[in-house]
């Protein structure tokens, strides 16, 4: 096992724990943790990388682990405070435009998955969820940002697929 799936891993890990701190009334210490998460997202790429042995696997095992911990977090976050259903319907949305981008955009036979540019609209993934957790006053303020940008995104992913097709 490499460090970096040992990492990629620790993120599936520790979201039970997280789930159970906002329904435990322990935004602080839920906060802390999802950070601490999130910076391995960031690690677990180094890593990769510095080992030079990036793999197909370890990029499917990235995605899965980066979509049970902030989808599920943002879930409960819905359902603890039951205000953030839109922060829950948005972000989701990201989870599940990228598939079906690459799903339409099959071309010759293959399926191709743009990777566009989108290192932006995941940073503001993270910082969004983790002032939720706290109840930041200025919370939908990033809430907000984060949704222009992923309009953004989206119309470069409709542009991508338009430009496959002429």
Do not use: C, E
Not at 122 to 134: D, E, L, Q
């Amino acid at each position: 096992m490499r460090l970096a799936d040992v990492l990629t891993g620790s993120r599936i890990v520790v979201t039970p724990i997280i789930v159970w701190l906002i329904f435990t009334d322990r935004p602080d210490a839920a906060y802390y943790l999802f950070a601490a998460a999130a910076i391995t997202d960031l690690l677990d790429g180094f890593a990769a990388r510095w080992s030079k042995k990036t793999t197909t696997y370890g990029a499917t095992f990235d995605g899965l682990a980066d979509f049970v911990l902030v989808y599920t977090t943002i879930v409960s976050l819905a359902i603890k405070v039951h205000t953030y259903w839109l922060l829950a319907a948005g972000l989701i949305s990201i989870a599940f435009l990228i598939p079906v981008v690459g799903l339409i955009s099959r071309k010759k036979g293959r399926l191709t998955i743009p990777h566009l540019d989108t290192n932006l609209l995941a940073a503001f993934v993270y910082p969004t969820v983790m002032v939720h957790i706290i109840d930041w006053r200025y919370a939908d303020y990033v809430l907000l940002t984060g949704f222009l940008i992923l309009l953004y995104y989206s119309t470069k992913y409709i542009r991508y697929v338009v430009s496959i097709y002429r």
